[in-house]
């Protein structure tokens, strides 16, 4: 079954292993961003933390899962860091509370003391009374996992190619394959894995869906030895160190507009990891110096909630965009595939489809 995916993202990447290792033939239309746009700028924390209801949570979870069972099948290849998170917050009994409801779904997550956080993250300079810890989640290198997954997908036969999609194209009321600046490709069906461009390329062939893309501020530090063991999720700041050993630190998950000073603005996110980390021995906070910043914009579909699965009004297309879209990249991947080469659909993605937007203010 001949498959075309639009986008090398880590959702892209995933859906063109998990199509490939069954048997599809894939050809997977990067734009030249093997590796991805969003993804390249992501933050990159697999979680299922607290602030989602609880269906979306499950899904979480079973995304958390997943990361696991592909770890399993592609070995070495995929690195992963698993060593949890430890989170605190300037509104400890909000925090408390959010953290009990998600103990109660079953979610590996505890209150700990400033020793045990100081067990699990003997850097920091001091610790809160209170900590959440959850050991479940864990984080990896986005880009290069998107790459390592084309990779592989390329290992079964997938072709990678730089080519940039100028249009999706419907004939007869069905998708037969796409328009590129080297001329028509087609294929039974299209996945359209482009993160934020997905919205425009889908309007072409009157698929509506609705985004609230919002930006995100990142910054990196140089390469440090080992100080950090997994993620730290602090009011002032969140931070994680890469396996390569910088520093990823961002202050806000929402999103808003972008810095009007994007040096200042990094610098301000270094200081506060520098004030995060203690100053003694080798493992000095002081030791930590800005290498790059990025300005990320995250694919977020109107409501909030992924789009999974086919369009009913463009048959031959199945749509992937989402925020999240680390956590959810192997769970995702492997269930699209699933549900292209069986056209059977999967009970737990039904809350996703395209179609929830038809006819609705979105
Ligand atoms: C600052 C920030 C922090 C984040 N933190 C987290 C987090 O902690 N945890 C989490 O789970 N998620 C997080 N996210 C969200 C997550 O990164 C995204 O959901 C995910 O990367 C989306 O991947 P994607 O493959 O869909 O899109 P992208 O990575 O944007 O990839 C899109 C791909 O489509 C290609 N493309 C675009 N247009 C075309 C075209 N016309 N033809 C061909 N190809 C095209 C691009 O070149 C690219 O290869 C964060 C995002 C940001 C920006």
Redesign the pocket.
Known sequence: MKTIV????????SVAYHLAVRGAAVTV???????????????????AAPGNARPYFELRVKGILDWHRLQHELGERLTINWNGSLTWSDEPAAMRTAYAEHASWGYPTSMISPAEAAKREPSLASYPDQAAYSPLEG?LS?SET?RDLLAAAAEQGAQISP????AIIARNGRITGVQTAAGEISAEHVVL?????CEA?AAGVGVTLPMANR????AQSAPLPPILNGLVLAPQAHMRQNADGRIIV?AD?A?GAAPDDEDAAAEALLASVRGLLAHNGDRRGDDVRMERH?L????VPADGLPIIGAAAGAPGLYV??????????ALVGRLAAEEILSAQPVDILAPYRPERFEGSNF
């Open positions: 639009i986008g090398g993202g880590i959702i892209g990447a239309l990067t734009d030249g961003r093997p590796g991805g746009v969003a993804t390249a700028a992501s933050f990159a924390w697999i979680n984080s986005p998107a080519d940039g999609v100028r894995a482009a993160g934020a461009a390329l930006t995100g501020f990142l961002g998950f999103g990025t990320g914009l995250r694919p992937t965009v989402m925020h999240s879209g680390i956590t959810l990249a």
